[in-house]
Nanobody, 125 residues
Framework: QLQLRESGGGLVQGGGSLRLSCAASGRSLSSFTMAWFRQAPGKEREFVAAVSYTGRSTRHGDSVKGRFSISRDNARNTLFLQMDSLKPEDTAVYYC??????????????????WGQGTQVTVSS
C-alpha cells in the first residue's frame, strides 16, 4: 500500500515562492505516474501538473504553466512542486497523487489510485 504525505504549504505574499514536497512510504514511487492537484473552496479539483516514472516527461496545467515546475526524486521517494510568482488565485489545498497507469495510458488528469491528505497554500494579495 502506497502512502503519500504532503508538506511545505503555508501563507505567502503574492509574487512569492513555495516548494511543496510529497513523501511516499510503503512502496517505491518509481513505478507510478505522479501528479499534483489542487482544490479551492467551492471549486472543483483542478489538475496542476504530472510527471512520468523517470521524470523525463512533465505536463503542467495552463493556469500554472511557466510559474510552477513538477519534479521527482525516485531515490528519495519524493515528489516536488516548485511554485514561483504565486498569485492569490493559487490559494487552495494541494494534493499529490499516484497512478499505476503510464504516461501514455490515458489523460493525465484522471485515474489516480493513491492520494495524500493535502497541504494548504494561501497567497495574500
Amino acid at each position: 500500500q502506497l502512502q503519500l504525505r504532503e508538506s511545505g504549504g503555508g501563507l505567502v505574499q503574492g509574487g512569492g515562492s513555495l516548494r511543496l514536497s510529497c513523501a511516499a512510504s510503503g512502496r517505491s514511487l518509481s513505478s507510478f505516474t505522479m501528479a499534483w492537484f489542487r482544490q479551492a473552496p467551492g471549486k472543483e479539483r483542478e489538475f496542476v501538473a504530472a510527471v512520468s516514472y523517470t521524470g523525463r516527461s512533465t505536463r503542467h496545467g495552463d493556469s500554472v504553466k511557466g510559474r510552477f515546475s513538477i519534479s521527482r526524486d525516485n531515490a528519495r521517494n519524493t515528489l516536488f512542486l516548485q511554485m514561483d510568482s504565486l498569485k492569490p488565485e493559487d490559494t487552495a489545498v494541494y494534493y499529490c497523487a499516484a497512478r499505476r497507469l503510464g504516461w501514455s495510458d490515458g489523460p493525465l488528469n484522471r485515474d489516480y489510485d493513491y492520494w495524500g491528505q493535502g497541504t494548504q497554500v494561501t497567497v495574500s494579495s
